[in-house]
């Protein structure tokens, strides 16, 4: 861990537009002025990539660190050849995040949610001395974990135990990552409850999710890559969406793109996907609603058990909030594309097949649902599109590697005594 010059920025607020210093590890407006995304307003107009510093922090223009963490790759941006010539495209550029050391993608535990956790556990962070909680579907967890074991900050991690297979790692994690589950059926929306009802303790603090400006810029960091790479802004963004905080943060990456004033000045649509049966977004979008439809909570358990990939299901994204995907859909003239496990198999095959790496369930949705683009001629032939993988590699990482599985602390149900809960929780910590 190295101490960096703190980036220079102001929060922002998207609703009033009040501005305020990043202090206390702020995640709202501090006028609370309804549901609204702050953001980071940074002084450097102008992206300077700054090859000398390693993984992600080349890009610490644009990210609200003021350190470096060890351990950190970067999202990779190339040309596709092989699954450009199965769509008939002459500009796909792929952004690689995940395993793959012959194009220097090294991210280990090969999902983009590195990019989240190396940016917030960089950020100024006036809770150092107490103990950060992730709520997750999996990928996160699994980042989060690799990032605070490596440097040693305290974590205490709640996953669905559903979700317990992607809790892997390449080494034992250190003492300070703690992981309580929500029982078996509990989907990421439990998890996320459980969260709450630990953050309600003194020594615990949430990491923030989508409101968190580090998550989501350093998210945005995969359109660093893509814009810095091609030498211009895509005509078009595909992506696979959970939380659509991914897309969120492209969103607010293109915008500072613009103002840069070298790459052009238009809006990449942003076209995002989710897997069949489990399309709150996808349905409210196609509604033309703001806010999601109502979905019986145990309708929304069963339908994410049933999906390919499990990390898009949060039943709770920040969607109908100001500065959330539905203002950026709108704003980018985008759309929502809706995926069958059957097109995500499909799509793991042709993947693999076309670029020569493995990929996971959820970026096969969003290869799936570029080929739906391709077929509805929602794309032109000739545009410029980034399709961001947003996990990749684990089955190359998992044949070089004898992997550790981390064992949960404890089990919760999802209906336990929220006292019970704290004081269990507590108790990992002594």
């Not at 040309?79 to 796909?92: I, P, Q, V």
């Not at 309600?200 to 810095?228: C, H, I, W």
């Not at 704003?331 to 020569?356: H, I, Q, R």
Request: charged share 25%; hydrophobic share 40%; with cysteine.
């Amino acid at each position: 861990m190295n101490t960096l010059e703190k980036t220079d920025y102001i929060l922002e607020s998207r609703c009033c537009g009040t501005k305020f210093v990043d202090e206390k590890w702020e995640l709202d407006c501090p006028n609370r002025d309804g549901a609204a995304l702050i953001f980071a307003n940074y002084a450097k107009k102008q992206l300077e990539v700054k090859e000398n510093l390693p993984g992600l922090y080349k890009y610490s223009d644009w990210l609200p660190v003021c350190r470096v963490l060890k351990g950190s790759g970067a999202p990779v941006t190339y040309k596709s050849e092989g699954l450009a010539r199965e769509f008939g495209l002459s500009n796909l550029y792929i952004t690689f995040n995940g395993y793959w050391p012959e194009i220097g993608a090294w991210m280990e535990t090969g999902a983009f949610k590195e990019c989240e956790a190396y940016s917030v556990c960089a950020r100024v962070n006036a809770n150092s001395d107490k103990v950060m909680v992730v709520a997750s579907a999996g990928n996160t967890a699994r980042a989060f974990a690799r990032v605070c074991s490596e440097n040693k900050i305290p974590l205490l991690l709640c996953v669905p135990e559903d979700c317990l297979e992607a809790m892997w790692s390449a080494q034992p994690l250190d003492s300070c990552v703690k992981l309580v589950v929500t029982s078996k059926g509990s989907d990421y929306f439990d998890a996320i409850h459980l969260s709450n009802v630990v953050c309600e303790l003194e020594q615990f603090y949430p990491e923030g999710g989508a409101k968190n400006v580090a998550r989501r810029d350093g998210m945005g960091t995969t359109v660093l890559s893509a814009v810095t790479t091609i030498g211009r802004i895509p005509d078009y963004y595909f992506q696979a969406v959970g939380s659509g905080t991914g897309a969120i943060a492209a969103w607010e990456a293109n915008k500072r793109f613009i103002a840069d004033g070298r790459y052009g000045n238009n809006l990449m649509k942003l076209m995002v996907s989710q897997n069949i049966p489990f399309t709150p977004m996808y349905d409210a979008w196609k509604a033309g609603s703001r806010s999601l439809l109502p979905v019986d909570d145990d309708v929304a358990r069963r339908q994410a058990e049933v999906i390919s990939a499990k990390v898009l299901s949060n039943r709770k994204p920040p969607y109908s909030l100001k500065g959330g995907l539905f203002d950026a859909l709108t704003e980018t003239g985008g759309d929502v594309f809706a995926v069958t496990n059957e097109e995500t198999a499909w799509a793991l095959t042709l993947f693999e097949k076309a670029e020569g790496i493995d990929i996971e369930p959820a970026a096969a949705v969003a290869v799936a649902s570029l080929k739906q683009a391709i077929e509805q001629k929602a794309v032109e032939k000739d545009a410029v599109i980034m399709l961001n993988i947003t996990g990749g590699g684990i089955g190359r990482f998992k044949s070089e590697h004898e992997l550790v599985y981390k064992k949960p602390d404890c089990v919760f149900s999802v209906d336990e005594d929220p006292e019970i809960i704290r004081e269990t929780v507590m108790g990992l910590f002594v």
